[in-house]
């Protein structure tokens, strides 16, 4: 029988070991996250990342612009602003018989330019 060997992975600990004095200091600070993921999970999908990038371009765009931009159904881009501003990461305004969207602050705008910086990289 051969004989087996413990391969210690290159991203654990080979022991278990803490610090006290780190752990007390980041465990309160953890709840800050909370709800957080709303964001990313908003921005992880593709089509409403490249939504989000065509409202960082414009102060507002309406739903029609937005699927000509995007290349998709007046529909589905409809659907997509909607869960976004659902999951408040955009807001709107009607005018008449259009829709506006815009980016809901200049965190989001910051996180997609960052985000693409970073992508660049």
Do not use: W
């Not at 921005?43 to 414009?58: F, G, H, P, V």
């Not at 969207?101 to 910051?110: A, G, L, P, Q, R």
């Amino acid at each position: 029988m051969p004989s087996q060997v413990n391969k210690v992975s290159a991203d654990s600990c080979e022991v278990e070991c803490t610090h006290p004095e780190v752990v007390e200091r980041v465990t309160p600070l953890i709840s800050q996250v909370e709800g957080v993921e709303t964001i990313f999970k908003a921005l992880s999908d593709a089509t409403r990342m490249k939504i989000i990038y065509a409202l960082t371009q414009e102060d507002e765009l309406c739903v029609c612009d937005v699927a000509a931009i995007i290349g998709i159904s007046t529909a589905t881009a409809s659907h997509h602003l909607r869960l976004l501003r659902t999951m408040g990461i955009a807001k709107n305004r009607k005018q008449g018989k259009l829709v506006y969207y815009s980016v809901k602050d200049h965190h989001i705008t910051d996180l997609v330019k960052i985000a693409i910086e970073h992508h660049n990289e």
